[in-house]
C-alpha cells in the first residue's frame, strides 16, 4: 500500500502532511471531533543524526502540548545510515534521544502508536517502530534486523544453511511473521478494510507495561524471555 | 554438538563451597562448573562440547585429573569452546583450587 | 587519586566476574540466575554453537563505596557479549527490579550488539532494556553505563547506553551504532577503512566520545578508576524529564550547526579549541584531562 492510499484509509475526514527529505510531519482527522499528530520515515530513508533529531524535535514539540490526542509514527525505513559521519557525530546518541522522545510523549498522555508499512531494519528500527509504545504493522511490512545475504556472510555460514534453519524458528530471520511471532508487533491490520476503523479499535484498547515479552511467550518466538525476566525480578526484590 | 559423560573414582575434594565457575566460553576457552553434590569418593563429569570425535582425549584428561587431583564429590560440568587438552587440564585445576578455598 | 603503589589491574584485558569481584566492595556480590541455574539459550544448538552457563551476563546486587546497587556486567568474550533472548531478560528484568525499589544500577557494557543467531529475540530485548531504563531513570534510579571492554559497545548495545544518565569511558572504550568492519563492508573502504586503528578510535573511541559529550567520566583502563568513576557517575542527578530532554534536543542540534561539515575528529576537536589536536591520541591522561576539561561539551543535565 502506497503511503498516500494508507493516509486516506486511516483519515476519510481528511489529513495534512509535509513531507520534506524522507521524513514526514503532520496531523490527521480520527473522527470529526479529533486530529491525532503524525510523524514518518517514508520512502525507505536511512535515519542518520540529521533525520533522527530533526524527528525527536518534532516529538518533543508534541509531547510538550497539554493535550492527550495520540501520535501515529508512518514507517518506511532502511537500516540506521551507516557512514564515519554519522558515528563521528554520535549517531548512538540521536537514536537513543529519538526512542526518548517517543518514551517522553507516551509518558506525557501522547499515546505513540507505530505503523509499520514498509521497510525497518536494525537501529532504525529500534529507534523507530520499536521505540513507540504500540506497533501494528500492515502485510506489506518487512522488519528485520538483518538480511540473510549480510547475516551470512558475518556468521560465515552459507546462506542455504540459513534458509534452512529459518524453516525451523522465527527467532532470526527478517520477515513480518517472525517478528509477529517474537513479540514485536501487536497486530497485523487488514488493508482491504477501513484502516481509520481499526486504528479506532486499537486506541480504544488499553495500555499496558510492555507485553511484547509475554506475547513472545504466548506465540511460541521467545520461549525464555518473559519468565527469564520475571524471575530475575523476583529474586532482586526478594534480596532487597 | 556432542555430549560427553565420565564417572570415575577420586579422593574428596577439601573445603565446604558448594559451587564454583572457572573460565569463558571462547574460542581455545572452556567454562567449567563445579558444584559439591556427589558422593565422596565419586566425580562426575559432563562435557558438551563443538568438537565431535575427541571422546578418548576427553577420557584420558578426565582420568589423569581424577586421578591426580582431590574431586571427589564433585560434578563437574562443562562448555567447551573448542579447548586444547592443557587448557582443559589447567580449567580443571583452578575449579577444584576454588572449591577448596575458605568462603 | 589511585595509590601508585597498587597495581594497576586492566578493565579491557579483565573478564566480566572479574571486574564484578573488583568494582564492588568486598564480600558484597550476590549473584541472581548464577550459571548453577543453567539458563541457557535455547536457540545456540540449532547453530552448533557452545552455550554458556549465564548467558554472557551476570546480574546481581551488591555495593559501591557503601551504596546498594543493581549491578549487570557483559562477557565480550563469549560470542562477542552479544545479545541474545535470555542475555537481554536477565537485563530487562534486573532493570524492572531497579524502577520498582528506585535502587541505582550499573551496567558493566562489553557487547557488539544483538546476537545474529537469535536476531529478533536481541533486537526486542533491546528495545525493552531501553524502556526499561527509561521508567527506572523516571523513578528516580540512576543507570550508569561502564565502558571499556574489549568489544566495545555497538549496535543496540550503543542504544542502551544513549539512555544511562551517565557513562563512564576509558581511552580502550567504543561507542558507534555501526562497527568499522560493517561500515566498511557496506559503504567500501574509502568511506572507513576499518583497519585503520587509529580512525577507529578517533572516530569512536573514548576520547573522542568525551570530548564530544557523548560519554561524562573519562578514567584509565584500571578497575580501581572504573570504580571511582563509577562513584563519581553516582553523584550525578539522572532526571529524566521534559527539562532533560530538551536540553539534550538543543546540544545535539548544536553539535550539528557546529560540527555537522567536520571531515574528521581532529577537525571537531580543532573548533573546541583543543591546542594540538593531532596530539591527543598520544596524550597520556593527565595531559588529556587537563585539556578536555576545559574545552569539552559536555551532557550534564542534558542526557
Known sequence: MQLADILSSLFPAGHEITQADGLVTGWGRLDQQNRIDLIGIAGKTYPGVDEAIALAGHIL????????????????????????RDEL???????????KALWQAEHAGHRTVGLLYGGSAAGAFIATALACGSLVALPTAWPEVMDLPSMARVTKLPLATLKEKAETTPVFAPGLDNLLATGAIAEVWDPAASLNAQLAAFLAKPVSRDPRAQWGADRGGRPKAAMIAAEVERLALLHG | MENLLYELKSTQTGGTRAVALVGVVASGNLEILLERREAPDRCVIEIATPAHGFAELWAAVTEDFAARAAAGGLRITINDGGARPDMVALRLAQGVRLMEKPE | MTDPRTLRRSWYEESARGRLLHLLDADSFTEFLGPERRETSPHLSLFDLPRQFDDGIIVGAGRIDGRPVLVAAQEGRFMGGAIGEVHGAKLTGLLHAAAKMRRDIVILFDTGGVRLQEANAGELAIS???????????????????LGGRAGCYGGGSLIAGCCSALVISEQGRLSVSGPEVIETNKGVEEFDSRDRALVWRTMGGKHRYLIGGADVFVEDDIAAFRAGAIAALQRPATLDPTVLQAEQTRLEHRLRHFGDAHDATEIWARLHVDDPREIPERDIAAFLTTANSHRENADAAR
Open chain 3, 128 to 146: 525493552e532494556i531501553m524502556r526499561a531504563v527509561l521508567e527506572a531513570r523516571s523513578e528516580g534510579a540512576r543507570v550508569i553505563g561502564l
Open chain 1, 61 to 84: 514539540s508534541v509531547a510538550r502540548r497539554p493535550d492527550s490526542s495520540p501520535l501515529l509514527f508512518l514507517v518506511d525505513s532502511g537500516s540506521q545510515r551507516m557512514s564515519r
Open chain 1, 89 to 99: 557525530l554520535g549517531l548512538s546518541e540521536a537514536l537513543a534521544h529519538l526512542a
